[in-house]
């Protein structure tokens, strides 16, 4: 199973600052991963898929990158509205797998 | 436009047995890898199953010879038969369509709760 590990478990960020979340597999899954964001009492939604593509109704400050065994989450300018849990996700070997989770707060 | 409506979640004994099921609207689920993700109380995602839409199917260790995947393409619905169960599953389960190896929908969860 491939283990991912998500730093750090939790932010506490001021509106325009900019978030990093990293994610580490423990072995690569090529750019089969993926990041999502989940409000409280909400579904999941897809932010970025395969490490670095944008997803169509997406804000532009949600960006991704990495490739292997290394990602990075980034939000540029974090406004109110992006106070959440973001999971990163893989794909690429049964069992797809999930990340610990990200909280961010907003101060 | 895609929706996904999951139902038939509940209180259940230990031990016990439930199904719960996802009705899709908008695309036929057939054609789609279909999974079933948990999410307990205050916790993280944890991926149960996926029914390929070629027609196989996979579990996650945890509930391998417990639970099994089903879909009816008549109904456009997909199932979760769910036995002998431990209050370890009690969780909120989310039906979540795959396309081209991205879940990109999820339904509202439906929560599976199993005390005594």
């Known amino acids: 199973e491939i283990v991912l590990t998500q730093s750090p478990d939790f932010q506490s960020v001021t509106p325009k600052e900019r978030v990093t979340i990293t994610c580490r597999a423990s072995?690569?899954?090529?750019?089969?991963l993926h990041w999502y964001q989940q409000k409280p009492d909400q579904s999941p939604k897809l932010l970025i898929k395969y490490a670095s593509q944008s997803i169509s109704g997406v804000p532009s400050r949600f960006s991704g990158s990495g490739s292997g065994t290394d990602f990075t989450l980034t939000i540029d300018s974090l406004e109110a509205e992006d106070a959440a849990t973001y999971y990163c996700?893989?794909?690429?070997?049964?069992?797809?797998?999930f990340g610990q989770g990200t909280k961010v707060e907003i101060k | 436009e895609v929706q996904l409506v999951e139902s038939g979640g509940g209180l259940v004994q230990p031990g016990g047995s439930l199904r719960i099921s996802c009705a899709a609207s908008?695309?036929?689920?057939?054609?789609?890898?279909m999974n079933w993700v948990r999410q307990a109380p205050g916790k993280g995602l944890e991926w149960v199953s996926v029914f390929y839409s070629g027609g196989n199917t996979y579990y996650a260790d945890s509930v391998k010879g417990r639970f099994t995947i089903s879909r009816d393409n008549s109904k456009n619905t997909l199932y979760l038969q769910m036995n002998s169960l431990r209050a370890e599953d009690s969780a909120v389960y989310y039906c979540a369509r795959m396309m081209q190896w991205v879940i990109d929908y999820w339904g509202q969860g439906t929560l599976v709760t199993v005390s005594s």
């Open positions: 908008g695309f036929p689920v057939s054609s789609n890898h």
């Open positions: 072995q690569s899954v090529d750019s089969t």
């Open positions: 996700h893989q794909s690429r070997t049964l069992p797809w797998t």
